[in-house]
């Protein structure tokens, strides 16, 4: 079968050469790239298996390549492939389950605790000779922190926000043995949104988490409060968001998704926002979680093919 990389993986191309000689050696041509290639030359591929990390891919490119069985997907969400096309052509698509589980969960804290502890203004407040005044900040220890989607990362910031000393409540559509465990309490979207003091969203975009949380959510929420986005951009109603903080009716956010992908063009409503950090999609990566989805994107492959031999 021919293996064709849509796109580079960020890693070192030695790694992707140990990484696909498992698959050539099963007889299978594998073509990695050092660049993205643009949708003429991928729908010119005659490929059997695409890689692609999370840059978009079209029904119209997919329907280009009719001898594509299969999509390994170098990414946890899989909402930037079309797949009613997929499904239309009876292609398999697979994620990169796992992977960036506690770089996510890691940089959570980190915006939680930036926030809390007003580490951005206290730098400047440094590099302008003047004092902590107004920059005294709170603890997270005794705080109720609220998560939105108890999947993997979801779970992984409950862990974590157990050991800082925290409440923790839980929003999903079913309740999952291992939040139990790491002292989830699960109360309706209402309930978390009024007593949670930090709400982080750990979701995918789905056409029911879409607008998620909007004016009416918002409005819900403590002025104390803050709101944290490592899920998808458009879970948030952005613009209420921006509203809400600029009337002084949230205590600040942490944004690393947006409608787009960086860069987020300029006029943005969050760009001016008051009390937001923003951060540029960057919480799946770090050097350990490029690294791991490579090799959880080409086993992917592996395993599939190993079933097709077995079918």
Known sequence: MK??????????????????????????????????????????????VFIIAN?????????????????????????????????????????????????????????????????????????RSETKNGLVGHELRGKTLGIVGTGAIGIRVAQIAGVFGCRVLGYSRSQRREALNAGVEYVDLETLL???????????????????????????????????NMARGAVIDNDALAEALNAGKLAGAGIDVFEMEPPVPQGHPLLTAEHVLLTPHVAFATEESMKRRAEITFRNIEEWLISLENA
């Open 55 to 127: 840059s978009p891919l079209s029904g119209e490119v997919i329907r280009a390549n009719p001898k594509l069985k299969f999509i390994s997907v170098a990414f946890t969400g899989i909402d930037h492939v079309d797949l009613k096309a997929c499904e239309e052509k009876e292609i398999c698509v697979k994620n990169a389950q796992g992977y960036c589980t506690d770089a996510v969960a890691e940089l959570t804290f980190g915006h939680i605790l930036a926030l809390l502890r007003n580490i951005l203004p206290c730098d400047g407040a440094v590099r």
């Open 194 to 228: 009024r007593e949670s003091d930090i709400v982080t969203l750990h979701t995918p975009l789905t056409e029911q988490t879409k607008g998620l949380i909007g004016r009416e959510q918002l409005a819900c929420m403590k002025p104390s409060a803050i709101l944290i």
């Open 3 to 48: 293996i064709c990389m849509l796109e580079p993986l960020a890693v070192d191309g030695g790694l992707i050469e140990e990484l696909a000689a498992p698959l050539r050696k099963m007889g299978h041509e594998c073509i990695p790239c050092s660049e993205k290639l643009d949708a003429k030359t991928a729908s010119k591929l005659d490929a059997d």
